[in-house]
């Protein structure tokens, strides 16, 4: 089944604790992107990446960084999280950019 | 800058009623793509339609349509005979085509469909 998998589905952590949240593409899409959505915000995009190496910043980097070694995976890493960071996360990927976005079933994150 | 306004925060209708959720965009770019995703209760995002700035033509599926129009920089999606399934917080994104290929969100309308 051609799916975007991420895990965990709840994670919650202590202020400056690293985390590693996976995410994980079946379908050989060259794009994918991580977002974050907070009541009254919509989704915003942290990191997306155009291919295998290629990453961007989107709106709101701060504080995540994100790798793409290989095509089907691209995580996304909180090096030292903050109070601030707490919300539900969602990866994403297209065929292309400028495609329908697939998205995964979402990480909510609690950092006490 | 691109940006996305969703004006209208949550909407209530009663079903079987028709209601027009709202979005307007900007850009300065020529070359753009539109969306529209929903997000149900249970919380995934599910991809609705996708709209390339070159395509005005509206479109229409089952009790779903679309009408894009440049001249407003709007692209408005409209329920008919909304059911209460259609309850749901709906998404409406832009994404340019040159330089740099961030998707830009808007901050979603609630809405709520009453039986």
């Known amino acids: 089944e051609a799916q975007v998998t991420q895990n965990p589905r709840y994670l919650i952590t202590v202020t400056g604790k690293k985390l590693t949240v996976t995410c994980s593409q079946n379908m050989n899409h060259e794009y994918m992107s991580w977002y974050r959505q907070d009541p009254g915000l919509g989704l915003r995009q942290i990191y997306y990446?155009?291919?295998?190496?290629?990453?961007d910043k989107g709106d709101v980097p701060e504080g995540y960084k994100v790798s793409r070694k290989e095509k089907r995976n691209f995580p996304l890493i909180l090096e030292s999280p903050s109070p601030n960071q707490t919300s539900l996360y969602f990866c994403?990927?297209?065929?292309?950019?400028?495609?329908?976005?697939?998205f995964g079933s979402g990480t909510q994150l609690s950092v006490l | 800058a691109q940006k996305v306004t969703q004006a209208q925060t949550e909407i209530s209708v009663v079903e079987k009623e028709d209601v027009t959720l709202d979005c307007v965009y900007e850009?300065?770019?020529?070359?753009?793509?539109l969306f529209w995703y929903k997000q149900p209760p249970s919380g995934e995002l599910v991809f609705l339609i996708r709209r390339n700035s070159f395509d005005e033509q509206n479109e229409i599926s089952g009790r779903y349509s679309w009408n894009f129009q440049k001249s407003t920089s709007s692209f408005n999606f409209t329920i008919t005979a909304s059911q209460v399934v259609d309850s749901a917080v709906y998404f409406c994104a832009l994404i340019i085509n040159s330089g740099t290929y961030k998707y830009i969100f808007g901050t979603g309308t609630r809405l709520k469909v009453l039986a």
């Open positions: 850009t300065r770019d020529t070359t753009y793509y």
């Open positions: 990446s155009m291919n295998v190496e290629v990453t």
């Open positions: 994403a990927s297209s065929p292309t950019v400028n495609e329908k976005l697939f």
